[in-house]
């Protein structure tokens, strides 16, 4: 079965599913805090225009989980991070 | 393909592979380029190839068989050499450059890794398209609420409805399908909230009755609707959405026809998804740099001026689709195929082996006349559904209004009032709105609204179409930076 | 005294000139086509540098801009135009470079200007490239948000009294009503009327030289574009202004092609704006993506983590420059009671409060808020005269 991990935990999808898509097919509708009134956010447009539904893919912030298609194995995370290149993030 | 293209093509919508058709057809060497992973659009939105029988959606759409042509026959231009596709490619840039255009996008098909693209051709088509228009309402930045585009997306791109009992709220003819494709989903569709009066189009009966493919695709939604006994209320719209961490409920009113809530006639749904829109904002992000000139278009958008050819203002340039004005699918590929035409015309292309050039001028004449049809009628739709005058009533002074920076209602009307400022630029400089990662996408046509709604919208210029990282910017710097030496430099 | 004061130009130095005038008691009108601080002012960064300037007149005007900044924050609330004293950091990226910021900083020192030789740069700034062999750090160096300084700056101006007449006809400047000595008695606007003045303060930045020829003194003020970058907001990860030296010889510079040397620094909005590329090119507004990419290039080579940092905004100002890169500040001899304040090229903000007390003090004739006329002579628009009258 297709696997991606979302925070530690195993997420099912459907093949040519979108992250986004992935997520709301498991009933998750927010996985983003915003930055200053710590409010919850999911998909909104779900085409790539609102980017409330960002995450980190593979260690690559500021991925719009609505546009990128979910493959085995992918890595997503839900908490902001930066890359440093420097050994881990931050 | 090896060879440079005589045309790029951005955006592989009804428009742009109309375009892309056209001019493949006349013999041209074309570079088509989308940010999806399939050709279609939004409109034709399907998931990637490789992945349709694991997620079938062959009902949703409507017009496949034209969707079909369109694909085979670009295939037909990609195996002769012709066409180079460019999927999962996001185009941040188009600049003139040597009387031609250099188009600069990222190459993200394997995403999350992207890598700068640029591609050169003499003539530049751009075909956008158009997302959602958003209008801000108390609770609409709860988890749960989406655009109606975005509940479409999800459905159709792949085959996900994201809640079982949903509210549709906003005005204009796009909530129909998205309502009977949720319902043939099993979804429960608890109310299709239209703020228009549907007398309104009774003003325009010539657009009505000169469109009679718009009328069947209209009733085939509104037999699906009845089918699931689904109920569109017109004069009625969402102006609230409640709960705390995602929306549990909608709050619907009955509207005054300057579009304020009727007093006495709001009344909870419990749901748990909501699918608002207003229209449709085109995407000009790419056509202001480029210094086109613009047009007011009914629905109160600006939208890119073109001539009876598709023709930009900017020589070499051309626009169809959404950007020109919104109008649909129909109209983006008869637009998509006039632009062609004057591609190859321009190009003093000769034309294809078994057609003759009268046949050319003829069929170019015909699909003139459906332009000029449907934009007819999409004027009458602009024109019936418009924002709601008091629309801006139903915001209390803490409702959101900039989701990315979190900018208030009350924020933007201290700007107006302290501030002075008078459009939807100046506010941002004084509030931040508009200033995050979507530059204004969702919110611009709503603070415009707040601020200067008798005038078109204009978007803010935006030099970067979309966000591209440093990293591939700086792969495209040819001179790596020299070593500091500026031991004489200093004066 | 002067008592009316026409100030034309609501970007950061007009409303600067307005708030000192206003203060001292006179009469001000400010006039301007467009909304406070639509033009360059929106197109900067809003640096408050001294790290970047010689010793001589602009360090000397820079010095005292820098006390009337932190002035004006006391007077005006820092934080509604987000003053901040970061601080700047210089680095060099080979020792022969290092040397020569020393020595360059050296000079500043004796200038009057606080500097502290920096070895271990990313003990100040941890994200850095490894391998830069030291730097400056500059504590005074600041920033603000132009516009809405600017704003805070026209808005106090307009508690004292001035007025702010704004329009694309009623707050266009067409030309100069002189009395029959030739002093200046009002100024002409695009919808037909005349707006009694004693004095007129040109403040119109990079259109200063077009204000300047209407009002019969005109100055050489041209346009030179910038593009500046800012990428998606991040959590805190740059924390001064960071720039490699080579920045100080291009802000000097007066070659005509691409020059970039860029200055990276982080926003209270959580963006890291990357500026200050300078081209030649008169107004033209078209995007240049080969800028953009060699300033992406700049910006990850001294921070490397901005590699994997999302591009979200490019924008692109005229900064407004004289061909000797010095501001044109002081009373016009050829048209008595024209005061020019331009031409302050990419050193606009930082150096708007001190312009604005130059200004006044010489409308008053007297020192004001330490400003002194006979102490700025260098920034005075004679320096464009030849004996016959005004330059090509």
Redesign the interface.
């Known amino acids: 079965m297709n696997e991606i991990t979302v925070d530690g935990e195993p997420l099912p999808f459907v093949e040519g599913q979108t992250v986004a898509a992935a997520l709301v097919a498991a009933g998750r509708v927010a996985w983003r805090t915003t930055r200053t009134g710590r409010r919850p956010r999911g998909v909104f447009c779900g085409i790539g225009v609102c980017f409330d539904c960002l995450v980190t893919i593979d260690g690559v912030g500021g991925q719009r989980a609505c546009l990128v298609p979910s493959r085995p194995g992918a890595t997503v995370t839900t908490a902001t991070t930066v890359t440093t290149g420097e050994g881990g993030d931050e | 393909m090896s060879e440079p293209a005589d045309l790029v093509v951005v955006g592989a919508g009804p428009a742009g592979a109309a375009a892309a058709v056209t001019a493949l057809a006349g013999g041209l060497r074309v570079a088509l380029v989308d940010s999806g992973t399939a050709v279609g659009g939004q409109y034709w939105r399907h998931p990637p190839e490789h992945a349709r029988a694991a997620i079938p959606t062959e009902d949703l759409h409507h017009g496949l068989r034209e969707y079909r042509a369109l694909c085979a026959a670009l295939e037909e231009g990609r195996a002769a050499g012709r066409l180079d596709l460019r999927t999962a490619h996001h185009v941040w840039s188009a600049v003139r450059e040597d009387g031609g255009f250099a188009v600069h996008a990222v190459d993200r098909r394997e995403a999350p890794r992207e890598t700068a693209v640029v591609l050169r051709a003499p003539g530049l088509l751009v075909a956008t398209g158009a997302h959602d228009r958003q209008l801000p309402f108390p609770g609409w930045d709860l988890p749960g609420v989406l655009t109606v585009g975005g509940l479409q997306a999800l459905l159709k791109g792949g085959g996900v409805a994201a809640g079982s009992r949903v509210a549709l709220g906003g005005t204009g003819p796009f909530l129909l399908p998205v309502a009977a494709g949720l319902a043939a989903r099993g979804v429960e569709v608890v109310a299709v909230c239209e703020a228009a009066d549907p007398r309104a189009w009774l003003r325009h009966p010539g657009a009505l009755l000169r469109n009679p493919g718009k009328w069947a695709e209209g009733a085939g939604y509104a037999a699906a609707l009845v089918r699931h006994r689904v109920r569109v209320r017109p004069r009625t719209a969402i102006v609230a959405a409640e709960g705390d961490d995602r929306v549990t409920s909608v709050r619907i009113a009955s509207l005054a026809p300057d579009g304020s809530p009727r007093p006495g006639t709001e009344r909870r749904v419990e749901v748990d998804a909501v699918g608002v829109g207003w229209g449709f904002a085109p995407q000009l992000d790419l056509f202001l740099p480029l210094g086109c000139e613009l047009a007011d278009s009914a629905d109160g958008n600006a939208v890119v001026a073109v001539d009876a050819g598709q023709r930009t203002t900017v020589p070499g340039l051309y626009a169809a689709g959404e950007a020109c004005g919104v109008g649909g699918a129909a109209l983006a590929a008869a637009e998509g195929r006039l632009a062609g035409e004057s591609v190859l015309a321009d190009s003093g292309a000769a034309p294809a082996p078994g057609r003759r050039r009268t046949a050319r001028t003829a069929r170019t004449a015909a699909v003139r006349a459906a332009v000029d049809r449907q934009r007819a009628f999409a004027r009458a739709m602009g024109l019936a559904h418009p924002i709601p005058p008091a629309w801006s009533s139903w915001l209390t002074d803490d409702t959101v209004v900039c989701r990315c920076e979190e900018v208030t209602a009350g924020a933007v009307r201290a700007a107006c009032a302290d501030g002075g400022a008078h459009d939807h630029r100046q506010v941002k400089q004084l509030t931040r709105a508009g200033m995050g990662w979507c530059q204004g996408r969702m919110c611009g046509p709503a603070v415009h609204c707040l601020v200067a709604r008798e005038r078109a919208y204009v978007p803010a210029e935006r030099l970067v179409a979309t966000p591209v990282t440093l990293g591939a910017l700086a792969d495209l710097d040819e001179q790596p930076p020299e070593p500091a030496d500026h031991s004489e430099d200093r004066q | 005294m002067t008592s009316k004061v026409v100030v034309v130009g609501a970007g950061v130095v007009g409303a600067a000139c307005a708030f000192h005038a206003a203060s001292a008691g006179m009469d001000v009108t400010v006039v301007d086509r467009g909304?406070?601080?639509?033009g360059t002012t929106?197109r900067g960064e809003g640096n408050i540098l001294l790290s970047d300037k010689?010793p001589g007149p602009e360090l000397d005007l820079a010095r005292l801009s820098r006390t009337l900044w932190d002035e004006a924050g006391e007077e005006l609330g820092p934080d509604s135009f987000e003053l901040e004293s970061k601080g700047g950091l210089v680095v060099?990226?080979?020792p022969?470079?290092l040397?020569?910021?020393r020595e360059?900083a050296a000079r500043q020192e004796a200038a009057g200007v606080r500097t502290e030789p920096v070895d271990r740069v990313r003990d100040l700034e941890p994200?850095l490239a490894p391998g830069i062999p030291g730097g400056v750090h500059y504590p005074q160096d600041a920033q603000v948000q132009p516009?809405?300084a600017a704003?805070a700056l026209l808005?106090a101006a307009v508690r004292r009294g001035a007025r702010?007449r704004?329009g694309e006809v009623t707050g266009e400047v067409t030309g100069a009503v002189t009395g029959r000595d030739g002093r200046i008695t009002g100024v002409r606007t695009a919808s037909g009327d005349v707006l009694p003045a004693d004095a007129v303060v040109n403040a119109a930045g990079t259109w200063g030289g077009e204000v300047g020829r209407r009002l019969g003194a005109p100055v050489e003020v041209l346009p030179r574009r910038g593009f500046v970058?800012v990428?998606?907001?991040?959590?805190p990860?740059v924390r001064h202004k960071v720039y490699?030296?080579?920045y100080?010889?291009n802000v000097?510079?007066s070659d005509a092609g691409l020059e970039t040397s860029c200055v990276v620094e982080g926003t209270r909005?959580?963006?890291i704006l990357?500026g200050a590329s300078r081209e030649r090119v008169g107004f033209d507004?078209?995007?240049?993506?080969?800028v953009?990419?060699?300033l992406?290039?700049?910006?990850?080579?001294l921070f490397?983590?901005?590699?994997?940092?999302?591009?979200?905004?490019?924008?692109?100002g005229f900064r407004p420059y004289c061909p000797d890169h010095l501001p044109v500040v002081g009373p016009d001899p050829r048209v008595p009671g024209v005061v020019h304040a331009c031409g302050h090229e990419g050193a606009g903000i930082g150096l708007a409060p001190a312009t604005g007390a130059l200004v006044t003090a010489h409308l008053l004739g007297r020192p004001w808020r330490g400003a002194d006329p006979a102490a700025h002579t260098a920034l005075l628009p004679d320096r464009f005269l030849t004996l016959g009258g005004a330059p090509e």
């Open positions: 909304p406070v601080g639509a929106s010689e060099a990226s080979s022969e470079g040397a020569a910021l360059f994200h516009v809405l704003a808005r702010f704004t970058l990428t998606e907001p991040l959590p990860m490699s030296a080579d100080v010889a000097a510079s909005g959580g963006t990357i507004r078209a995007m240049n993506t080969a953009v990419a060699r992406a290039a700049q910006a990850c080579a490397p983590f901005l590699r994997g940092v999302h591009l979200i905004r490019a924008y692109r």
